[in-house]
């Protein structure tokens, strides 16, 4: 509803209200467009009220000169500390953030207060359905250097969990990014210094854990190993570099991570019962989606919990049944108990269940158009991918719970990108789910004949499938 309609009650007022703006909306007015870095670009734009994506797109790219091959790594995404959005070509963001509030309300437990001051940016990043092998491509060092800001972005924050080789690696490529190659040991460390380590390792890595006290008697003999760490690091880069060279290093590590270039939704699972009562609680969770899976992160110990391609999971979202209940996203998966094949079930609790289901069916649409086309051209799948007009949904598209074709297992990783599927607290069953008593999620296959290959296959589409 349009919020200036309900403060003027006279409609002869209200008419005028609504002419004036709409007469200033028709006028050319600047446009701020973020960029991850903290930066923005600047676009004069006639009727702002009603340009769409596309338009802006088209003017951002040619005030960043990003070539016209490349055009499909970024698209545009509506972002508040509260809410995340991609947006579609054909969306008009002027309108989305007129209804703003209302997506809070719908998609977020934040208060009346916090969505009251909540405001969206508009922000030009990495579109998530680009896929990996396409950017592996990109030579243009201004797109690597925006790629580049967002990965490391990612890594300061803990949104992309990494072992210590990575984060000392990637460190080190940062110094040399910002401060270039050659300095000596002395220079170096007083830059680190300057710039604090948190500009270039994980924050969780430099505050440590443990209590106050013990963090308090340990944070200076800690840089200072941090700070050694990234020295030596620093020093095994080899001569003087290009940027372009150093950004490819930076994101070719990135691309090691199964969660690179995810999406991320906020939600919790329940953690194990404890203790002679049984008490369990919940655990806040970052839930990561793209085209290659689903990965489950601790947002606390910043490690994976569970990661799993579509060819190993299958899932459904269910809405809440009476007023306290919550928005549930199902995930199924094979699993073991005591040496017998289980099937097991991890509910993800969150207002975004909606939208993680909607990505996970488009992004398994998506993978199965992309890898038909390349099995009839001969081609890479994932650059199939772009082919597809389906490319242009949205991250927040509300899709229909329909799970793909699953074959193959669960694939183990080693270190923090390891699922622990030990620590989750999950419901298993056996054959017919008999256990189960709230959901049983749709399946395409048994569970327990997987004669094919892993692959990926096409989801039909039915007439009550939303279009993009």
């Not at 995404?77 to 209804?99: N, T």
């Not at 200076?220 to 760490?229: A, D, V």
């Amino acid at each position: 509803m349009d919020g200036d309609e309900c403060e003027l009650s006279d409609p002869e007022l209200s008419h005028s209200h609504r002419g004036s703006v709409a007469s200033s909306l028709s006028r050319a007015q600047d446009v701020l467009v973020y960029l991850v870095s903290d930066s923005a670009v600047q676009l004069c734009v006639e009727g702002v009220g009603s340009v769409c994506v596309q338009e802006l797109a088209r003017m951002v790219r040619q005030t960043l000169q990003v070539p016209d091959s490349d055009q499909d790594a970024f698209a545009f995404w509506l972002c508040s500390p509260l809410l995340e959005l991609q947006l579609k070509p054909k969306h008009q963001p002027y309108k989305l953030c007129r209804q703003w509030q209302d997506l809070l309300y719908r998609f977020t437990d934040a208060s009346s207060e916090d969505i009251a001051l909540d405001e969206p940016c508009l922000q030009y990043k990495r579109n998530v359905f680009y896929p990996r092998t396409k950017e592996l491509q990109i030579d243009g060092e201004g797109v690597l250097r925006f790629l580049y800001d967002e990965a490391r972005l990612n890594i300061l924050e803990g949104r992309y969990p990494c072992d210590p080789d990575h984060w000392v690696r990637l460190g080190a490529l940062s110094c040399a990014i910002d401060c270039g190659t050659g300095l000596d040991d002395q220079k170096l460390i007083a830059v680190i210094r300057e710039k604090k380590l948190s500009s270039f390792l994980p924050a969780h890595v430099v505050l440590g854990s443990g209590g106050f006290f013990s963090s308090l008697r340990s944070r200076g003999s800690r840089h200072t190993e941090l700070e050694q760490s990234l020295l030596k690091e620093y020093c095994s880069l080899s001569g003087p570099q290009e940027p372009a060279a150093l950004f490819r290093q930076y994101l070719s590590i990135c691309h090691s991570l199964p969660y690179y270039g995810c999406a991320f939704f906020v939600g919790e699972i329940d953690k194990p019962a404890q203790g002679i009562l049984h008490r369990g609680g919940r655990k806040s969770v970052s839930v990561g989606i793209s085209l290659e899976g689903v990965y489950v992160v601790d947002t606390k110990e910043k490690h994976v919990l569970l990661g799993l391609r579509f060819s190993e999971l299958s899932w459904d979202h269910s809405y809440p049944e009476t007023e306290g209940d919550s928005h549930i996203l199902w995930l199924e998966f094979d699993g073991e108990e005591d040496g017998t094949p289980v099937n097991k079930l991890l509910k993800i609790y969150s207002k975004q269940a909606e939208l993680m289901s909607g990505l996970i069916e488009f992004c398994v649409e998506l993978r199965s158009v992309g890898d038909a086309a390349a099995a009839a051209t001969g081609t890479d799948g994932d650059a199939a991918v772009l082919n597809t007009p389906a490319g242009q949904s949205p991250v927040g598209q509300v899709g229909r719970e329909r799970p793909p074709e699953r074959r193959g297992r669960l694939r183990r990783q080693s270190s923090v990108l390891c699922s622990r599927v030990h620590t989750l607290s999950t419901i298993s069953y056996v054959d017919d789910g008999k256990e189960i008593k709230r959901l049983k999620p749709k399946r395409a296959a048994s569970f327990f004949s997987r004669q094919a290959p892993p692959t990926y296959s096409t989801v039909q589409v039915t007439d009550s499938l939303e279009q993009g």
